[in-house]
């Protein structure tokens, strides 16, 4: 199983301007539509979790949805969209509660989503991998991707490249010196 973070950010780190805009994460000509990855990584995945942040702005934007069941972390959101009923669940319990909860239903590879909730995965060391497709722009401030720690977690760089001649997307997975099979009990 593995919990996967799939984002792109500023130069320095930021997954949203202080508007919560993403126009910078366009600045990149993209003129045949590549989709840096996307589609192949929702494949690798069960399931989508999301804060509720991030929830709200996929909501406005013009997209299909999301092909696999989408979890919405939130202690203050009651209720789902009628047309996401069935497709979007809103979830309020301690992140290792939620996982093995879908894990028994059979999900075991999930999309982590939302600069607030991958922090608190991060925080339990509950990321394995990790996907960052860096835009050459720096923008100051905004929602950061990155947040306090309680100790330093080791990534090992699995692979690099450059894509569009302009963004670096690099992807990690964490280095568990113990096990190399994560147990969040
Ligand atoms: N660049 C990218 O690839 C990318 C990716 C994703 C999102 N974004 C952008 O990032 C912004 C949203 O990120 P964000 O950091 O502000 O917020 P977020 O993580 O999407 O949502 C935060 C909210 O999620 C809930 N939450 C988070 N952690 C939780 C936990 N451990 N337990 C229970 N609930 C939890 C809380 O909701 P309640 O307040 O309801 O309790 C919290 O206020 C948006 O602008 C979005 O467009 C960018």
Redesign the pocket.
Known sequence: MANKVF???SLDGY??DRD?G?DF?ESVPNPDGHDLGFVSFMKSVDAVL?????FE?VLSFDMPWYAKPVFV?????KEVPAQLQGKVEIV?AP?KEVIKVLTVQGMKDFYI?????IQ?FLAEDMIDELIVTQVPVLIGDG?PLYGLLPRHLEFELVKSEVLLQALVQSHYRRLRKESKEPVYE
Not at 50 to 54: F, H, L, S, Y
Not at 73 to 77: A, E, I, V, Y
Not at 113 to 117: A, S
Request: proline share 0%; no cysteine; hydrophobic share 40%.
């Open positions: 984002v792109g950010t997954i949203a919560n993403l994460l999301m804060g509720r942040k991030t702005a972390f939130s202690s203050t959101l309020s992140l989503d939302g600069g607030q909730l608190s929602t």
